[in-house]
Structures are given as structure tokens and as C-alpha cells.
């Protein structure tokens, strides 16, 4: 967050922290809404998914995509 320069990063950067936070954000309403939902309808959700897979449980990522219908 030190390197935002505006609020579209400011506001980018507090959403992946917010998922990367939560235990469990396909169950929780807020973090899908507002952190996750916009993240994929910028293109970050694709493009991070393969990172995702290498940093967290395969677990986590299974029970994120069946959250959201396996997108």
C-alpha cells in the first residue's frame, strides 16, 4: 500500500488483503462482495488464481471456487 498513488490502488490493495485475511471468504458475504467480486471483474481474480494454487492450500482454493459457482 505504500506504493498507491490514488485511491483505485489504495482500494485494490485493501480488498486482496481482505481476502488474503479471511479463513474462509467464500462463506463470508462481505469479503465475496466487496473484496472478491470486484477483484474478478478486474481481471486480478484469473491472473492470480495459478498463484493462489502455489501459496495456499489446495483446499482453500477449491472450497473459494465452489463459493463462486467454480469461476
Do not use: Y
Request: contains cysteine.
Amino acid at each position: 500500500m505504500i506504493e498507491a498513488t490514488g485511491i483505485p490502488e489504495l482500494q485494490r490493495a485493501c480488498r486482496i488483503l481482505a481476502v488474503l485475511i479471511c479463513p474462509a471468504p467464500e462463506k463470508h458475504k462481505a469479503v465475496r462482495d466487496g473484496a472478491l467480486l470486484p477483484l474478478a471483474k478486474e481481471g486480478l481474480l484469473a491472473t492470480s488464481k495459478e498463484r493462489l494454487e502455489r501459496v495456499f492450500p489446495a483446499d482453500w482454493v477449491r472450497r473459494l471456487q465452489e463459493g463462486f459457482g467454480g469461476v
